[in-house]
């Protein structure tokens, strides 16, 4: 074990481990890339979808049920089921990362909604606001700690999971671990999981501080 | 993309087995994160200062790809189900330790109280007060748990596990799109039933909720 | 001759046997090779064969099976384990008994420096190179071999006809392989030491699975790791590169399996079978699992019943 680690650093700080097409540099970037997009794409579905659902009350049994079904699905069957239908290309990663954010997304943008006080939705009516400015300037900054946690929730996952990836021919930290994993060579496999392990704790740190800059923001 | 339906009425023998080690994985894993939280969680919620430790390590455990976990665990238990046991039991973690944890925040301090004016012991009243308050939230991490280990035991198939996994990895080799589709469906549906059956189980659980109702 | 000369005499037996029988093992042995098995070895418990992470090894893994069963040995398939790197400490580890091998990749695995390619040498050098507590029973007609592959188009655009022609496109060529293959001697680590060859870029993708035939076809690689027993080289007029300074050895599919299972029931079940399965006959089992999408334990079945294997 101790022996172990003792070549993870050396694995993580040789120069020539940083550099080049299979380099850590490039396959960072590349799972960051991986991981950035589907989030993004999730949150283009899920966002809308949890606001408008929370806010008209409407379809809230059947998104959420869908949503613990997205929850089940296997990430492995999809991306293979999508790579037989699609050939060699990033459409099963994509879509296998998009289908394990927006359930996170949906759900927790739903709680936060439901969880605002019907009292201040009616009071914020009665001063004549519409419908989309309840929406926007009421339950949403209301929502948005619930929202951010569904948000950070989805981004590990999609992060952890995007390993996936060099199952499929593609690269980002995966391959270390894909690649470890057929020539047993376990330091390149701990290498992957300690890198994926502090993109996702990083990228988590920064939306953290994120949310905490739009809240001091609202509260100013 | 068809389905080739006759596959599938030759394999029922097939299915049947790899469902059911799909489930055997998924539960135990449920088992023994239950059996390490719990403990865990009683230590997390009345000492302090352990809590984001133990809380922090768990989420920190949730950010490492659940194959590396499988493969780093090979020189310790090789090729086996216990591999893939400990892998998933890792990931039930960090859900169920939170949530006993908050399960066992939300029980009322006066009710505590009330029980400690009565003369109950600390380790009756954890047991007969203030577990069985805070059940529904535990059995909300339960639920959660189980499906995700569901979901989640498929990754196994790289360590030649996986239960209904096996079936992608095999439809993936031979351009075969049936096992993979009955697999994903299986998986889904073991999914639901045993989502379903813990309400069930719940229900039967905490009989003093249904009163209210 | 007293009890200790006796028993010396008797262990000295056993100890020479896996020699000669390994010089003389082969295609026509039919006894199943003697070995250090007689003592403590029995399948009585069973055996648990395990597969590597193909067709083609689950096929022999099932046909191992067959050939078993009939036999009256217990087995259990385990299939689609993973890569030899896995398989292999799995084996040593006691997690499966009997591994579906092949001669050459099992010996550079072993001594990637190995210069042997002879058959009958190959058997001795596997015995000398494998750990305690393993070891290789005489191996089959079938052969199946590692193979470097390139498109028509690619083998005129680049004037590719061997693994030596290569070099002259140093820096320029991907290769496509099993990410094994990147650290192999029957791999990238071999096409440099034996015949100075560079690619541009390796890409990890399967052993002869969808991912490097598709990755070849499509034109994402331009040299693709394939076996010579799979069908759809010759479908997509694929060019095998010769390998005219023999840097992959001779590949005849050989048990590999642990002293504490070889009997002599399974040996002779094992060289019965290994006497009888053809290149082409196994070609054959690998096509109707790939194409016609049959259960590598169904043609496995099939091939041993039909060949009076089992009744």
């Given at each position: 074990?101790?022996?172990?680690?003792k070549?993870?650093?050396?694995?993580?700080?040789?120069?020539?481990?940083?550099?080049?097409?299979?380099?850590?540099?490039?396959?960072?970037?590349?799972?960051?890339q991986?991981?950035?997009?589907?989030?993004l794409?999730?949150?283009?579905?899920g966002?809308p979808l949890?606001l408008l659902?929370?806010?008209?009350?409407r379809g809230?049994?059947?998104?959420?049920?869908?949503?613990?079904?997205g929850?089940a699905?296997?990430?492995?069957?999809l991306v293979?089921?999508v790579f037989?239908?699609?050939?060699?290309?990033?459409?099963?990663?994509y879509?296998?990362?998009?289908?394990?954010?927006?359930?996170?997304?949906?759900?927790n943008?739903y709680?936060g909604?439901?969880?605002v006080?019907?009292d201040?939705?009616d009071?914020a009516r009665g001063?004549?606001?519409?419908?989309?400015?309840?929406l926007?300037?009421v339950?949403?900054?209301?929502?948005?700690p619930l929202?951010?946690?569904g948000l950070?929730?989805?981004?590990?996952?999609?992060?952890?999971?995007?390993?996936?990836a060099?199952y499929v021919s593609?690269?980002g930290?995966?391959?270390y671990?894909?690649?470890g994993?057929?020539q047993?060579?376990?330091?390149?496999?701990?290498g992957?999981a300690?890198?994926?392990a502090?993109v996702?704790?990083?990228l988590?740190l920064?939306?953290?501080?994120?949310q905490?800059f739009?809240f001091r923001?609202r509260?100013? | 993309?068809t389905?080739?339906?006759s596959?599938?009425?030759?394999h029922t023998d097939?299915?049947?087995?790899?469902?059911v080690?799909?489930?055997q994985?998924?539960l135990?894993a449920?088992f023994f994160g239950?059996l390490?939280?719990?403990?865990?969680a009683v230590v997390a919620?009345r000492?302090?200062?352990?809590r984001g430790f133990?809380l922090?390590?768990s989420?920190?455990?949730?950010t490492i790809?659940s194959i590396?976990?499988?493969v780093?665990?090979l020189?310790?238990s090789g090729?086996t189900r216990?591999?893939?046991v400990i892998?998933?039991t890792?990931?039930?973690l960090?859900?169920?330790?939170?949530?006993?944890?908050e399960?066992?925040?939300?029980?009322?301090t006066?009710t505590?109280?009330?029980?400690?004016a009565?003369?109950?012991?600390?380790l009756?009243?954890?047991l007969?007060?203030?577990?069985?308050?805070?059940?529904?939230?535990?059995m909300?991490?339960v639920?959660?748990?189980?499906?995700?280990?569901i979901?989640?035991?498929s990754?196994a198939?790289?360590?030649?596990d996986g239960?209904?996994g096996?079936?992608?990895t095999d439809?993936?080799q031979?351009?075969?799109?049936?096992?993979?589709?009955?697999?994903?469906?299986l998986?889904?549906?073991?999914?639901?039933?045993a989502d379903?059956?813990?309400?069930?189980?719940?229900?039967?659980?905490?009989?003093?909720k249904?009163?209210?109702? | 001759?007293?009890?200790?000369t006796?028993?010396?005499a008797l262990?000295?037996?056993?100890?020479?046997v896996?020699?000669?029988?390994?010089?003389?093992?082969?295609?026509?042995?039919l006894d199943?090779g003697?070995?250090?098995g007689?003592?403590n070895?029995?399948?009585?418990n069973?055996v648990?064969?395990?597969?590597?992470n193909?067709?083609?090894?689950?096929?022999?893994?099932?046909?191992y099976?067959?050939?078993?069963?009939?036999?009256?040995?217990?087995t259990?398939?385990?299939p689609?384990?993973?890569t030899?790197e896995i398989v292999?400490p799995?084996?040593?580890s006691?997690?499966?008994?009997l591994?579906?091998?092949?001669?050459g990749a099992?010996?550079?695995?072993l001594?990637?420096k190995?210069?042997?390619?002879?058959?009958?040498a190959m058997?001795?050098?596997?015995t000398l190179a494998l750990?305690a507590g393993l070891q290789?029973?005489?191996?089959?007609?079938a052969e199946?071999?590692?193979t470097?592959a390139v498109?028509?188009?690619?083998?005129r655009k680049?004037?590719?006809?061997?693994?030596?022609d290569l070099?002259?496109?140093?820096?320029?060529l991907t290769?496509?392989?099993?990410?094994?293959?990147?650290t192999r001697?029957?791999?990238?680590?071999?096409?440099?030491?034996?015949y100075?060859?560079?690619?541009k870029?390796f890409k990890?993708?399967?052993?002869?699975?969808?991912?490097?035939?598709?990755a070849?076809?499509k034109?994402?690689?331009?040299?693709?790791?394939?076996?010579?027993?799979?069908?759809?080289?010759?479908?997509?007029d694929?060019?095998?590169l010769?390998?005219?300074l023999n840097?992959?050895?001779?590949q005849?599919?050989?048990p590999?399996?642990?002293?504490?299972?070889?009997d002599?029931?399974?040996r002779?079940?094992?060289?019965r079978?290994?006497n009888?399965?053809t290149?082409a006959?196994?070609?054959?089992?690998?096509r109707q699992?790939?194409?016609?999408?049959?259960d590598?334990?169904?043609?496995?079945?099939?091939?041993?019943?039909?060949?009076?294997?089992?009744?």
């Amino acid at each position: 074990m101790f022996e172990l680690f003792k070549n993870l650093g050396k694995w993580l700080t040789s120069g020539a481990q940083w550099a080049g097409s299979d380099g850590i540099a490039h396959r960072l970037t590349e799972h960051l890339q991986y991981s950035l997009i589907a989030t993004l794409v999730a949150a283009a579905i899920g966002l809308p979808l949890g606001l408008l659902i929370g806010h008209t009350g409407r379809g809230a049994f059947l998104a959420i049920n869908l949503a613990s079904f997205g929850r089940a699905l296997p990430t492995v069957g999809l991306v293979v089921l999508v790579f037989l239908a699609s050939g060699l290309s990033m459409w099963p990663v994509y879509i296998a990362l998009v289908a394990l954010a927006v359930p996170s997304i949906v759900t927790n943008t739903y709680a936060g909604m439901t969880a605002v006080d019907p009292d201040i939705k009616d009071a914020a009516r009665g001063q004549g606001m519409r419908g989309h400015q309840v929406l926007f300037q009421v339950e949403l900054p209301l929502a948005l700690p619930l929202i951010m946690t569904g948000l950070r929730l989805a981004l590990i996952q999609v992060v952890a999971t995007a390993t996936i990836a060099a199952y499929v021919s593609f690269g980002g930290l995966g391959r270390y671990v894909f690649d470890g994993l057929a020539q047993r060579d376990l330091v390149q496999v701990l290498g992957g999981a300690v890198l994926v392990a502090v993109v996702a704790i990083v990228l988590d740190l920064g939306l953290a501080t994120l949310q905490r800059f739009l809240f001091r923001h609202r509260t100013a | 993309m068809t389905i080739d339906w006759s596959w599938i009425g030759d394999h029922t023998d097939d299915l049947t087995s790899l469902t059911v080690s799909h489930l055997q994985a998924a539960l135990s894993a449920v088992f023994f994160g239950l059996l390490i939280s719990l403990p865990l969680a009683v230590v997390a919620h009345r000492v302090r200062p352990l809590r984001g430790f133990l809380l922090g390590l768990s989420n920190v455990l949730f950010t490492i790809p659940s194959i590396a976990i499988f493969v780093l665990l090979l020189p310790i238990s090789g090729l086996t189900r216990t591999t893939t046991v400990i892998g998933l039991t890792v990931y039930t973690l960090v859900v169920l330790l939170r949530n006993t944890v908050e399960g066992l925040d939300s029980v009322p301090t006066k009710t505590k109280e009330a029980a400690k004016a009565m003369g109950t012991r600390p380790l009756r009243t954890l047991l007969t007060v203030e577990l069985p308050l805070a059940l529904p939230v535990i059995m909300a991490g339960v639920r959660i748990a189980t499906v995700m280990s569901i979901s989640l035991v498929s990754v196994a198939t790289y360590i030649g596990d996986g239960g209904l996994g096996q079936l992608f990895t095999d439809g993936f080799q031979r351009d075969f799109p049936t096992p993979v589709i009955v697999g994903v469906v299986l998986t889904l549906l073991l999914a639901v039933v045993a989502d379903a059956l813990l309400v069930g189980l719940q229900y039967v659980l905490t009989p003093w909720k249904r009163r209210r109702a | 001759m007293n009890r200790r000369t006796l028993l010396g005499a008797l262990a000295g037996t056993a100890v020479a046997v896996p020699v000669l029988s390994a010089c003389s093992s082969g295609v026509t042995s039919l006894d199943g090779g003697g070995s250090a098995g007689g003592g403590n070895a029995s399948s009585k418990n069973g055996v648990t064969i395990g597969t590597a992470n193909f067709t083609e090894n689950q096929v022999l893994g099932y046909l191992y099976a067959a050939a078993l069963e009939a036999a009256g040995v217990k087995t259990k398939v385990r299939p689609n384990l993973g890569t030899r790197e896995i398989v292999f400490p799995a084996l040593k580890s006691g997690d499966i008994d009997l591994l579906p091998e092949y001669q050459g990749a099992l010996l550079t695995y072993l001594e990637p420096k190995s210069k042997v390619s002879e058959e009958g040498a190959m058997q001795n050098a596997l015995t000398l190179a494998l750990p305690a507590g393993l070891q290789v029973l005489p191996y089959g007609t079938a052969e199946d071999s590692d193979t470097f592959a390139v498109t028509r188009e690619t083998a005129r655009k680049y004037g590719l006809t061997s693994l030596a022609d290569l070099k002259k496109q140093n820096g320029r060529l991907t290769i496509g392989a099993a990410a094994e293959v990147k650290t192999r001697q029957v791999g990238v680590v071999g096409l440099k030491d034996v015949y100075g060859v560079e690619f541009k870029e390796f890409k990890s993708l399967d052993s002869d699975g969808p991912l490097v035939k598709g990755a070849l076809k499509k034109g994402d690689v331009d040299v693709a790791n394939l076996f010579t027993t799979d069908t759809d080289i010759k479908a997509n007029d694929w060019v095998v590169l010769t390998d005219p300074l023999n840097l992959i050895p001779s590949q005849h599919i050989v048990p590999l399996i642990a002293d504490r299972v070889a009997d002599p029931t399974v040996r002779k079940a094992l060289a019965r079978l290994g006497n009888l399965l053809t290149t082409a006959q196994l070609t054959e089992l690998n096509r109707q699992v790939d194409k016609d999408k049959k259960d590598p334990e169904d043609v496995a079945n099939a091939y041993a019943k039909q060949h009076g294997l089992t009744k």
